[in-house]
């Protein structure tokens, strides 16, 4: 019985196998997903303050979304008083032996304009754009500051993306090839030569996702999501064993850049690799072009130990024209009237609105020119971010400062800013400082100001 059994089965299986069909692989139809809806293109629609960065979202091809303000500017760098005020900040850098580098990135619609669709390549003229940026680089070197030509870049192509296609950061590749062009320009300068070499090796040590600003923005508008870009993840470390920041008490070299420095792109171990030197990193992410800057400059690693070299890496956008930013920098080169002696000085306590906390007077009245002399302003309080404040002038006028440092960098409640030096203000003579509550000056909150001249190398 067991034996019929089994013949049956036998069968029964021959019968099924062949009238069973025989089934091709599965295929499928792939659309493309996601385009823009209209509202994008209407500027009312970025009423946020993170809408605003991203006005107006401009669909590509092959999934690609570029920013019309930031990506396809033609038109770059800082106005005339923007160009005088980074020479001072390059001056005043030098005296204390340090050369300035600026990393000044091309934009993404310049870098990435094979990406446009026709209707922005009818608005949007590449060509000038180049040449903009080239004069722009130009005008940098013009003024003595080491630029590296990232313009070599545009249209190298390859398979890899400089940029990711939905976000405003550069890949991995695009901070690798970045950091080689910048280690060409930093080679041939003088200041170079002494550094001590060091080799070093970078390795792939994963992938990882990227989540996109501009697909995120893009899903606040239209409510549809984007799926996340991958790219390879770098380590860079020294031959031999060691970190690549193990001699960073004394950096020869450092950098201080914005997200784009972030260890997860690896410009720095790229840099490092290039250069055959130790590079300290001291870039601070969602900082902008100022954060490692006001964080960096009057820190213990730059006071006691100016590098030779400071790389700044910077985006196109990045508003190099507001005078406040080089007001505040350029004194801090010196760090503000630390280890200085001040000509007015005194501490308050905020118990209402505002309050006095410098007075140029007492009987007779200082002949303190506003061009010449510097604020160092600390609350007692270490978080206070935002400050703001009348100065006021022997003959009448006022000026009302307004600072508000970003939540990325850490300024221990401090500002320094220089009094005005513009034509009509320099000659002003200081009066009195009258400090201001803001909602993160509590009542009661001590502060100390202290009014000094400027340090060496600080003048225009």
């Given at each position: 019985?067991?034996?019929?059994?089994r013949?049956?089965?036998?069968?029964?299986?021959?019968?099924?196998?062949?009238a069973?069909?025989?089934?091709?692989?599965?295929?499928?139809?792939v659309?493309?997903?996601?385009?823009?809806?209209?509202?994008?293109?209407?500027?009312?629609?970025?009423?946020?303050?993170?809408?605003?960065?991203?006005?107006?979202?401009?669909?590509?091809?092959?999934?690609?979304?570029?920013?019309?303000?930031?990506d396809?500017?033609?038109?770059?760098?800082?106005?005339?008083?923007?160009?005088?005020?980074?020479?001072?900040?390059?001056?005043?850098?030098?005296?204390?032996?340090?050369?300035?580098?600026?990393?000044?990135?091309?934009?993404?619609?310049?870098?990435?304009?094979?990406?446009l669709?026709?209707?922005?390549?009818?608005?949007?003229?590449?060509?000038?754009?180049?040449?903009?940026?080239?004069?722009?680089?130009?005008?940098?070197?013009?003024?003595?500051?080491?630029?590296?030509?990232?313009?070599?870049?545009?249209?190298?192509?390859?398979?890899?993306d400089?940029?990711?296609?939905?976000?405003?950061?550069?890949?991995?590749?695009?901070?690798?090839?970045?950091?080689?062009?910048?280690?060409?320009?930093?080679?041939?300068?003088?200041?170079?030569?002494?550094?001590?070499?060091?080799?070093?090796?970078?390795?792939?040590?994963?992938?990882?996702?990227?989540?996109?600003?501009?697909?995120?923005?893009?899903?606040?508008?239209?409510?549809?999501g984007?799926?996340?870009?991958?790219?390879?993840r770098?380590?860079?470390?020294?031959?031999?064993?060691?970190?690549?920041?193990?001699?960073?008490?004394?950096?020869?070299?450092?950098l201080?850049?914005?997200?784009?420095?972030?260890?997860?792109?690896?410009?720095?171990?790229?840099?490092?690799?290039?250069?055959?030197?130790?590079?300290?990193?001291?870039?601070?992410?969602?900082?902008?072009?100022?954060?490692?800057?006001?964080?960096?400059?009057?820190?213990?690693?730059?006071?006691?130990?100016?590098?030779?070299?400071?790389?700044?890496?910077?985006?196109?956008?990045?508003?190099?024209?507001?005078?406040?930013?080089?007001?505040?920098?350029?004194?801090?080169?010196?760090?503000?009237?630390?280890?200085?002696?001040?000509?007015?000085?005194?501490?308050?306590?905020?118990?209402?609105?505002?309050?006095?906390?410098?007075?140029?007077?007492?009987?007779?009245?200082?002949?303190?020119?506003?061009?010449?002399?510097?604020?160092?302003?600390?609350?007692?309080?270490?978080?206070?971010?935002?400050?703001?404040?009348?100065?006021?002038?022997?003959?009448?006028?006022?000026?009302?400062?307004?600072?508000?440092?970003?939540?990325?960098?850490?300024?221990?409640?401090?500002?320094?800013?220089?009094?005005?030096?513009?034509?009509?203000?320099?000659?002003?003579?200081?009066?009195?400082?009258?400090?201001?509550?803001?909602?993160?000056?509590?009542?009661?909150?001590?502060?100390?100001?202290?009014?000094?001249?400027?340090?060496?190398?600080?003048?225009?």
């Amino acid at each position: 019985m067991g034996r019929q059994l089994r013949r049956w089965a036998l069968a029964a299986a021959a019968l099924l196998g062949a009238a069973a069909p025989v089934r091709a692989e599965p295929t499928y139809v792939v659309e493309r997903c996601c385009d823009l809806c209209s509202r994008a293109a209407s500027r009312d629609a970025y009423t946020t303050r993170f809408l605003r960065s991203f006005a107006t979202l401009v669909q590509g091809r092959d999934g690609w979304l570029f920013r019309s303000d930031d990506d396809l500017r033609t038109r770059f760098g800082p106005d005339a008083q923007g160009y005088a005020a980074l020479k001072r900040l390059r001056g005043a850098l030098k005296a204390r032996g340090t050369e300035l580098v600026m990393v000044y990135q091309p934009p993404r619609g310049l870098m990435h304009a094979d990406k446009l669709p026709a209707a922005a390549r009818r608005h949007y003229d590449a060509g000038a754009a180049r040449a903009a940026y080239a004069g722009t680089l130009e005008r940098f070197r013009a003024i003595g500051i080491t630029v590296p030509d990232l313009g070599q870049l545009l249209g190298e192509g390859g398979a890899e993306d400089f940029f990711y296609r939905g976000d405003h950061h550069w890949t991995p590749a695009g901070a690798r090839r970045t950091a080689q062009v910048t280690a060409e320009a930093i080679r041939r300068m003088p200041a170079f030569a002494g550094i001590p070499k060091k080799a070093f090796t970078t390795e792939r040590v994963g992938i990882w996702s990227k989540r996109g600003t501009l697909h995120k923005a893009a899903a606040q508008l239209c409510g549809h999501g984007y799926p996340d870009q991958y790219a390879p993840r770098f380590v860079t470390s020294a031959e031999g064993g060691g970190d690549l920041f193990a001699d960073a008490g004394a950096p020869q070299v450092t950098l201080v850049g914005t997200s784009n420095s972030d260890s997860a792109y690896n410009f720095a171990g790229f840099l490092a690799e290039a250069l055959g030197v130790e590079i300290l990193n001291e870039s601070v992410a969602g900082g902008g072009h100022e954060g490692a800057l006001l964080r960096y400059l009057p820190g213990t690693a730059f006071q006691r130990s100016p590098p030779k070299i400071l790389v700044w890496e910077l985006e196109p956008y990045h508003n190099l024209s507001k005078s406040m930013f080089y007001r505040q920098v350029i004194p801090l080169v010196q760090d503000g009237c630390a280890g200085r002696r001040p000509v007015l000085s005194r501490s308050a306590t905020l118990k209402g609105e505002s309050a006095e906390v410098l007075f140029n007077g007492g009987g007779a009245v200082q002949t303190l020119r506003s061009r010449d002399h510097v604020l160092d302003v600390r609350f007692g309080d270490a978080g206070v971010r935002e400050f703001k404040a009348t100065v006021w002038y022997t003959n009448g006028s006022k000026e009302t400062l307004s600072i508000e440092h970003s939540d990325y960098a850490e300024t221990g409640g401090r500002f320094v800013v220089e009094l005005r030096d513009d034509p009509g203000w320099g000659e002003r003579v200081f009066l009195s400082l009258d400090v201001l509550r803001t909602a993160d000056v509590k009542p009661g909150a001590t502060v100390s100001a202290q009014l000094c001249a400027r340090g060496p190398g600080t003048g225009a």
